[in-house]
């Protein structure tokens, strides 16, 4: 995933977080407006979240986050 998706993930995790309290959850969607107006950009996450991780639609913020900060 590049530098600029990654940022732009823990952004919103780390708002969706701070507004809605550590539980809730999000799909990769989240990352985008919805308008799909950088498609390459995401099936990249879509790829990262389904493909390589084979996560659910939902998950919690807080696992995306840090599985983004770490690296993973």
Request: aromatic share 10%; hydrophobic share 45%; charged share 35%.
């Amino acid at each position: 995933m590049r530098r600029t998706l990654r940022t732009k993930a823990i952004a919103v995790c780390n708002e969706k977080i701070a507004k809605k309290g550590e539980t809730v959850g999000l799909s990769f969607y989240a990352f985008f407006a919805n308008k799909n107006d950088d498609p390459e950009l995401l099936m990249e996450a879509a790829e990262w979240w389904i493909k390589t991780h084979e996560l659910d639609h939902f998950e919690k913020a807080v696992k995306i986050r840090d599985m983004i900060d770490s690296g993973v």
